[in-house]
């Protein structure tokens, strides 16, 4: 007789486990706006510090993967931040790390789409998404965010955006909302 639910390699269960991992990991965030591709840890510190962030302020990840940024914003540079995860399991993930971790004050995922969660808290949005995203984002993050928010973007620009930081190594993108679209600052290479 046979089991009830059989488990083996090369099973039909098997094989249904590995389409529902690869569904949300990849398809269904890359449907929504890119696959989990997670920035080098010395490049998360260096977004962060591009973003010159402050105790004061609160840093949203958009898509927030394993939750490496907004860990990295409240343990080494004492801000609040909040992660918006498309993938439950990461959000999931990113729960029990910041329960371990001990900072549940300062740090908080929420589940959902980017598209439809509210930003105008931010003071600092940091994103790592893909260019059609960021096309698609560049409206809501231009009307929600208020003067003054820093946007920074790993890899992918804004059309018609001017930035006021960039590190051409790292291709990391730093916006100010208010001046993105005026004459840049100077940049720094
Ligand atoms: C390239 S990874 C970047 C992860 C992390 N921010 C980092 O820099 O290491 C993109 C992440 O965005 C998530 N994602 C994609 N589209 C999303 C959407 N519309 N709303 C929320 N999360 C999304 C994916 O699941 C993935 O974890």
């Keep these: 007789m046979q089991d009830a639910f059989q488990f083996e390699f090369g099973s039909i269960e ?6 529902v991992i690869v569904a949300i990991f990849i398809l269904v965030p890359g449907f929504l706006g890119a696959p989990w591709i997670p920035t080098k840890i010395n490049t998360v510190r260096k977004i962060l510090s591009m973003a010159e962030i402050n105790p004061d302020d609160v840093v949203y990840d958009l ?18 931040s909040v992660g918006i995860e498309v993938n439950p399991l990461w959000v999931v993930w990113i729960r029990w790390r910041i329960r371990r971790l001990n900072l549940e004050d300062n740090v908080d995922v929420v589940w959902g789409d980017v598209f439809r969660k509210d930003l105008s808290e931010a003071d600092v949005v940091t994103l790592y998404l893909s260019q059609i995203t960021n096309d698609s984002l ?13 946007v920074v ?7 018609g955006w001017r930035p006021i930081n960039a590190d051409n ?21």
């Design 138 to 150: 560049q409206h809501k993050l231009e009307t929600e965010l208020k003067p003054g928010t820093r």
């Design 63 to 80: 898509g927030s993967g394993d939750g490496r940024i907004i860990l990295t914003a409240a343990k080494e540079f004492h801000a609040r």
């Design 153 to 159: 973007s790993h890899t992918y620009t804004f059309d």
């Design 169 to 189: 190594q790292t291709q990391i993108h730093v916006y100010e909302i208010g001046n993105h679209r005026k004459s840049a600052r100077a940049i720094k290479k």
């Design 14 to 19: 098997f094989w249904i486990l590995i389409i």
